[in-house]
Every structure is written in C-alpha cells, then in structure tokens.
C-alpha cells in the first residue's frame, strides 16, 4: 500500500469517526431536549393559589397571613361564579319538569368542570379524595380545565371516507337565555384573580411525598429508593467481582474449567434483565427467605448479579493491563503474591476498574424488571438505612413505567413522569461524575 492510499485511509477512518460522533451528539440532544425541557416544568411552573394551599395544608410551608389574604381575594373573585350556579338552581326548582330536563346533565357537567378548576363549591361537603378537594394547581392545567368549562367536545363520524374530527362547542349555547348565560364570559374574563398564578420554583418535588397517587407531592421516596438500590448493588457487586477477577488472574491455571468459567461470565452479561429479576424472586425471596416479602435488600442483590459480569470482566482487563514488571518488581524485593496484588496490582487497576463500576452503576439504578419482583412498590414512604433489609420501597425506573401505563389520571400528572425521567438522568449522570472525578484524581496519584 503506497503512502498516499494509507493517507486518504487514514482520512477517512477519521472522518467516519468524526461523523459518528456528531450523529451520537444529535442523538443525545433530540432525546435529552425534551426530557430536560419538560422534565423541568415538574420543578419550575406558573403555580396557581391551589398549588400553595396544598403547600400550606399539607406541609405548612408559606406565610399565614399572607395565605389568608390571597384566600381571601381569590374567594371573592369567585363568588360571582358560584352565586350564577346558586341562582340557575334556584330557577330550576321552579321550572316544569319536562322545562328542567334539558338543563340537569349540562348543569351537572358544568359544574363539575368548576370543580376541577377552582376546587369545591363553598359550604360543600368536603370531598373524600385529595384531588377533588383542590382546583388545579398548575396554569397549564387550569388552562386545559378553563376550555372544558367553556367548551363541549364531539367527535363527528358523518364522513365516512375520513376519521373523526372533533369539534368544539361553546357550552354558553347549552343555557342561552338563562340567569346561568353570564357566566362563562365572567369566568374567562376574571380566571387570573381567581387563580392568582405566580412563577414557581419547586425544588421540593426532589424530597416530598407524593400525595393522592402522585397527583400532589414530589419524588422523595422514588429517589431515595433508587439511591439505595444503586448503592446496594454495588455494595455486594464491587467487592465479589474484583476478587474474582483477581482469582482468574493472579491464581486459576488455565484450562477447561476455567475457560468454562469465563464463557460462563460472559454469558451472564447477555441475559435478560427480567431473568435475573424471576431468579431473585426465586431464590432470595421464596427459598433463602432473606426477607418476608420484597425488600431493599432483596432487590440489591438481584442488581448485584445482573451487572457482577461487566464488574468482573471490566475488572479482569484492567488487571491484565498492568505491565507486569510491576509484579515482577514488587516479588523481587521479597513481597508475597497476595502483597503484590494488594499494594501493586490493584492500585494500578483502579482506573480501569471503576469505568466497570461507572457503566455498571448506571445500569443498575435505570433497571425495572429486576425490581418488579424483588424490591419495588407503586407508592410508599421513604425508608430509613435499617428498614431497607426487610421493606419495599418506591423506585424511578418502576414507577416511570407504572405512571405512564397504569396511572388512572396519566394526563393529570405529565410533569411527574417527565419530572421522574429527568431525575433519574441526573443520578446517573451525577453517580457516573463522582465516579469518573475518582478514577482521574486515582490515575493522577499513581503516575505522581
């Protein structure tokens, strides 16, 4: 090959590479945008008077006097709304029946409508679940209510050669005429003294509680649940997969049963995740009996083994990557094999050691099958260290799926699932920083 091919080659290797990474950064940004984006929403949002009597009720955060007051101007922007409501009925109580029935499903509908935008009528029973005691606590989502008072929605089928179009009413034409006419232009003329909207920064939503099934509340338990998982796992998976790498390493002689052993390792790393989570159900649950039900415990010992191959084979290159005059110096001035290791071989491993933790540690905390049936549950409280060997607990990746798929308000609570998606790109990015700021102080004190 002259040196002009092996140059052009040489070019076009790297402009393959080149192209590769711009494809990989265009990637990463059309996925992360809109996480990033809308993930945010769940902790910075326009938040109406509801959302800071929820704050108030429930976690007796905001000033008093000052929620007395705005308690105060909102209810009187709103008393006009009730006091049509309060007068159509009075009305209907004296029209015929037949004059009456065309007006109790709309009213009815309305009404309803007000509720979950402005929360209950005054001097009503108060409701038994936590969303139907409050309006909505978002501007987006009092917006999206606002249009339900102010519009009906039909799907038209006439047209048989096309698909539905919907089609949007005012619902002011269901009671023209009445006492009740007015007061959707009053809705939609006085909605921002009613709701009071002010921008807020919810930080929050990392540490609270969630309230009536995510509808209120933040993420706490779900990300503390994920913290303790992450670190479990790594907790038994670090130490077994080093020592097993250093055992195929420094001590197994080659030959059938240990290549056996390898194929086996590697195998291991192609196995599905839901697998290993039926195994731990299996074996750490029903015969071991570690715990009663699932637990913490349970749920760290599955992700264990799910990510020991690549901590082991991460940890096996990395050891076979050390010269190894280091080894032979170090037995030349008298030191044992296990000293050799421990003060020589390892040390200079770490690095490559710990970028298997790293990508091992990333894949353990975004994992759901293997938690399904080992460790996590759709609502809970947070745990303390001691609760984790015999609790459950709520985690990220499972409640991500459980949110999206068998939430029975899925629109109510878009926020917290993006919300819950973007938290956990941060833990694993922030897990995956410490690590990688380890590994690089570690490899700048072994070269001095």
Request: overall charge positive; hydrophobic content about 45%; proline content about 5%.
């Amino acid at each position: 090959m002259n040196l002009k091919t092996r140059k052009l080659l040489d070019r076009s290797f790297s402009g393959m590479g080149l192209v590769a990474i711009a494809v990989m950064a265009m990637a990463l940004v059309v996925i992360l945008a809109p996480i990033i984006g809308k993930g945010a929403g769940a902790f910075i949002f326009r938040g109406t008077i509801e959302h800071r009597k929820v704050m108030f009720n429930c976690w007796n955060r905001g000033n008093p006097d000052q929620m007395a007051e705005e308690i105060a101007q909102t209810d009187a922007a709103r008393q006009p709304i009730y006091e049509l409501i309060s007068t159509f009925e009075a009305e209907l109580k004296e029209m015929a029946r037949t004059d009456r029935k065309p007006y109790k499903q709309p009213l009815r509908d309305l009404k309803k409508a007000v509720a979950g935008l402005l929360g209950p009528t005054p001097g009503a029973r108060t409701p038994v679940l936590m969303r139907q005691q409050y309006g909505a606590t978002r501007k987006d989502r009092a917006d999206i209510k606002l249009d339900e008072i102010l519009y009906t929605e039909e799907w038209d089928y006439s047209n048989p050669d096309a698909m539905g179009v919907l089609v949007k009413t005012p619902r002011a034409e269901q009671f023209a005429g009445t006492s009740l006419e007015p007061l959707f232009r009053t809705l939609e003329k006085n909605i921002d003294a009613m709701l009071q909207t002010h921008l807020t920064f919810y930080w929050q939503f990392l540490i609270d509680t969630s309230k009536d099934s995510h509808i209120f509340g933040g993420i706490g338990p779900e990300v503390l649940g994920t913290l303790y998982l992450t670190l479990g796992a790594m907790l038994f998976a670090i130490p077994m997969g080093v020592i097993a790498a250093i055992y195929l390493c420094e001590y197994a002689k080659e030959g059938r049963v240990i290549s056996f052993i390898r194929t086996c390792i590697s195998t291991l790393a192609g196995v599905p995740s839901i697998v290993f989570g039926l195994f731990g159900l299996a074996f750490f649950l029903n015969t071991i009996h570690i715990s009663d039900s699932k637990s913490v415990l349970a749920g760290s010992l599955t992700l264990a083994l799910l990510v020991l191959p690549t901590v082991i084979r991460s940890s096996e290159e990395a050891i076979l990557a050390v010269p190894r005059a280091y080894k032979e110096a170090a037995m030349s001035l008298g030191a044992g094999k296990w000293h050799t290791v421990l003060t020589v071989i390892l040390p200079a491993a770490l690095p490559g050691i710990l970028t298997g933790v790293v990508i091992s540690m990333g894949r353990a905390a975004g994992e759901t099958a293997p938690i399904i049936f080992t460790a996590a549950v759709s609502v809970g409280r947070p745990l303390l260290p001691l609760q984790t060997l015999s609790q459950p607990t709520p985690a990220l990746p499972w409640n991500i799926y459980n949110l999206c798929t068998e939430h029975e308000a899925v629109d109510e609570i878009r926020h917290v699932q993006f919300g819950m998606v973007f938290t956990l790109i941060a833990i694993v990015l922030l897990l995956n920083t410490v690590a990688i700021i380890m590994r690089a102080r570690i490899s700048k004190k072994l070269r001095g």
